[in-house]
């Protein structure tokens, strides 16, 4: 308040009086000159008239009070100027002895005690007692306890009050408190009239103490009140106010916690504007200049966080710098300035990584803690900052020290936060990130759980839209990463990835953590794709790396880390494509990560291992003795960099043993030999049992042993390789279980070699990988592609020749059937019977399948997660130990129930075929003595040739365009005598000796089986002479054929749907002639009622759909295309689309019986996926259908009535109702028809029949 002229008591005129009075006039007059004008001077001279009118008073006169007044106002403003703690001392004491002097009941104690609290709450702002905030509350309760509710200064004093209360409660953080001074305000404000000239000031303080409200409870509520209010009270704020500058830099406070809560880019930019305009105009030698440059340099800081520029973080350092040195060493707000510095030094260290930023960094932040009372609500806060500031130079440089300073640290400032307060999950989030340091570094299980645990309540803290939630998301998934990497959960590495995208997708494309987030999504998807194989994945974490890469700095700190992930991603895809140009690119990357990286920085040592890593990849494809020696003296700088304790030094020894076992296997060097062993043993001494790769180094150091016994041969180096092998598959999956896979078939083959009996213990452990590689959560395609990459088919076929000359014919049988048509097999575990099961079990299991194998759920890996879990719950129930999980023999050998199943086996070592005469005989082993998998393979060709020189290509070629003597020149008595001769050497060499075998179990006739693997699927077995003897059909496995013969016929009643397309559609000149009448010999020998056809423009995809689902017996008379690329797109070509497999093998066909694929190419497979049995007939198959009849190659238009009118007429013959079984024999009957015809070789060989 202003000096005071009045006097209360005027009764008291002495000349003495009169002059004390004109010199308070012109003491008056100085004081309100510098109000004015702003000059100190002027201020002077009113202190020094003051001063002196007080020293001429007695302390009984009845002016002193008044006369104290004025001079104790006049040194609060210079004060308030100047900062001069002498002068609040002496207003202090002044205000006082006005209090002192003042009787309990005169009416101007209320003003008085209240400028005593002001002066109290002045020194406590400077020296932060809080014995003076406490003497502040009650003299200024006091002082409202005395002011009438109708009193002109109720409403100051309840401001005065409000503001009191709230040093307190940002002192000591009692929320009753917050809550008191946002009420007191509130009323101050009611109270006040909308003319009032303090009206604005009240406004601002109401406006604080909701912006307080909402930074403790977070409330956007009380932060848009905030906001309203503190723009009101600006706009009632005169140009040259003085007080203007003050209500500039609350609004651009409120604004700030707008931005940093909603992420507005205006807001940011309003807030800098607002703060600039209150620095401009406070004078440099205003108390409040410090605290308005730390606000403009904290705004700054913000728009270097959005948008990356460089210069506002210089900026910032400049203001904020100049706020620090404004501000005396014994000031309060010392502590949260130097705070403020620290934090754009580490900003600016983050950026750009020069240490003495990061050092500089924490002598600010510890100095601010220090000066940070224990009770100081503020201390936790800058705790958390110091924790992260060492935390940085833990991550530069390694210290163990610093790692258990940050979490010690880091868990006081969370112990030091209320439970409802909105900072509690930004601190809750750095304790999680330093609990995951620690683990990195000490690999304790304990402290991973931790960081989750308080990563996931920090998310859940956060509301959805809070600018802080994509850190915290991405937190969380690197957490959940760690987790996943340590114990394989496939439902963390899941969980990683779509935490991780969600964090992408709430990070705005200009946001400077943008890239980090592209990194940590890249890596995610990259874990899964190794864990997977889904080529997409792996792409995407391409995109989004090289995306992270593009959108950092040269001079980035992060831009090595970066430059690693993108160079990791492109190795994986060199491994998984054999792109050079991919293994060039990793390398170049590579090698620009390692040199960006300083030498004592603790990353280096993991990006020289992965230099080393890429190096040997290429000296694995060129054979350059330059990368592998490269590759060695790489790894051994990257073990020498990695401390003793630290978790990654295990991996490290692994690498470096690796490739001294290489620089071995090239020169032979013993001493190569004896360090690679001396490594990998020390790698697996420091490697946990429960760590998911303790497997692969056990594995590692028995191929080291394995080179010592080929070099040696100590009869214990066998015994140390198979202990190793046999150890590492008794240990915990990895999460990639692929090198677990290689690994155990080079134990099988070492063991083929020196340890026979370990061979089947081998192929099973590899054997037993094949749900996990073969992930039911994927699609087909990307199955297919693995089992491609994996080479599973020569795996079986390998593993069942063991067997075979082990005389151990049982386990072979189960090789062959776990190890062949896994993707078939697979969509038929998708159609399981339940009626075994409970009803909850049944439907839910029924749900999982279903939406697996209909392809509905937009997330399949959650959905086969999930019904792997209802799965090992349903093995637990008594009866169901082994539900869907491999058959063993005695469930599989009743397959031969109706005739016995021949399996044939191809190998390079020899080929063989093993019978199963019936479910009560032993398997037969049948000796091919004259056939190898050359012969096969030659034979494979040949036909091949054949029936490219016949020209079947599509039904609907005519017989002269198919005649082979129309073919270049060649006679068609040549054509008859390549098939002849074909079919003779099958005979001779394969169907012969079955037959033989056969006869010997007294089986001369009836249903015979075959299943035939690799080179020997798609050889006619069924058309050797004598063609009468056996009526033949195929099976892609025994489980399938089983399966077959255990569904329940249909429960409707049975009809026969006919498709005929004759033309896919106008304009098309590919017309199919015979279909036509093809369709009238059908409905020649069925009655109406059972008979449903399409034809013409009415056998579209959607109505073919439809009739698959109603029909129990299916005819498809039309052109069918084999994708020898993708086999799942292979399709029947209708009128006017196409009907693709894929889209069959989706549909719910319950009713389904029998399917006859009147079409080309029905039966004709993908050669690099000939035991998967994914052509049109085989997926009719898995679809649902009993048996089916298909086509090895294409059908000639001609004989499609023919073959149909027999086929019919024998199913349906006097009437009765067709049965599947009976589908084999109506074949061989129509079949024999056409050769009765003495049509040639190719046009009644393609004709087979698989199923029951």
Known sequence: MPPSELCPYDRVQTPSDSELRAKTRIGIRFFEKYQEAGDIKDLGVAVRLFQGIVDQIPAEHPMRANQLGNLAVCLTARHQKLGNLQDLEAALQINQEIVDLTPRNHPERGGRLESL?????????????????????????EAVDLTPLDHPDRAGRLQS???????????????DELEATAQKMQEAVDITPVDHPDRAQRLQNLAASLRDRYQRLGALDDLEAALQKMQEAVDLTPVNHPDRAQRLQNLAASLGYRYQRLGAPDDLEATLQKMQEAVDLTPVNHPGRAQRLQHLAVSLGYRYQRLGALDDLEAALRKMQEGVDLTPVDHPDRAGRLESLAQSLRDRYRRLGALDDLEATLQKMQEAVDLTPVDHPDRAGRLQNLAVSLGYRYQRLGALDDLEATAQKMQEAVDLTPLDHPDRAGRLQRLAVSLGYRYQRLGALDDLEAALQKMQEAVDLTPVDHPGRAQRLQDLAASLGYRYQRLGALDDLEATAQKMQEAVDLTPLDHPDRAQRLENLAASLRDRYQRLGALDDLEAALRKIQEGVDLTPVDHPDRAGR????????????????????LEATLQKMQEAVDLTPVDHPDRAGRLQNLAASLGYRYQWLGALDDLEATAQKMQEA???????????????????????????????????????????????????DHPNNAQRLQSLALCFRDRYHKFERPQDLDFISQYYRASFNTPAPSDPEPLWTAALGWASFSQEFCLMDCCTAYSAAFNLLPELLWMGHSIPIRQDAIRRLNVGHAASTATRICIGLSDLVSGIQFIEQGLATTFQQVLQLRPDLDSLPPNQADELQRLSYALYSGTTPDPNKVARERNKLLQEIRKQPGHESFQLPRPYNILCRASQEGPVVILNGHEDGCDGIIIPHPTSEPVHVPLPNVTLALLIAQQRDLAQLLSRCNVRTRGDSVSTRLFGNQEGFKSRKTEECFSDLLTWIWANIVDPVYRVLASHDIHSGRLWWLPTGSFAGLPLHACPPTDQFIHSYTATLGSLLDAQA?????????????????TGPGNMNYLKGVEQEVKKISSVIEDHHLECLQGAHATPDAVKNQLQNCSWVHLACHGIQDLKE??????????????LETILRMPLSNAEFVFLAACQTAMGDVDLINESFHLGGGFLAAGFRGAIGTLWSMNDEDGPLVAETFYSHLFRDGKQPQASDAAEALHLAVKKLKEKKVPHERWILFIHMGV
Do not use: C, W
């Open 161 to 175: 009050l409000a503001v009191s209360l709230s040093d307190r409660y940002q002192r000591l953080g009692a929320l």
């Open 639 to 689: 073990v020498d960099l990695t401390p003793l304790d630290h978790p990654d030094r295990a991996q490290r020894l692994q690498n470096l043993a690796a490739s001294l076992r290489d620089r071995y296997q090239r020169f032979g060097a013993l001493d190569d030999l004896e360090a690679a062993l001396r490594k990998m043993q020390e790698g697996v001494d420091l490697t946990p049992v």
């Open 563 to 582: 430059l690693e992930s993108l160079a990791q991603s492109l190795r994986d895809r060199y491994r998984r494509l054999g792109a050079l140009d991919d």
């Open 1047 to 1063: 569904k329940k016929r249909a429960s409707v009643p049975y009809k026969l749907g006919v498709v005929g397309v004759t033309h």
């Open 117 to 141: 609290a002001v002066s109290l709450r002045d020194r406590y702002r400077r020296l932060g007692a809080l014995d003076d905030v406490e003497a502040t509350l009650q003299k200024m309760q």
């Open 1127 to 1140: 086999p799942i797109k292979s399709h029947l070509l209708l009128y006017d689309g196409v009907l693709e």
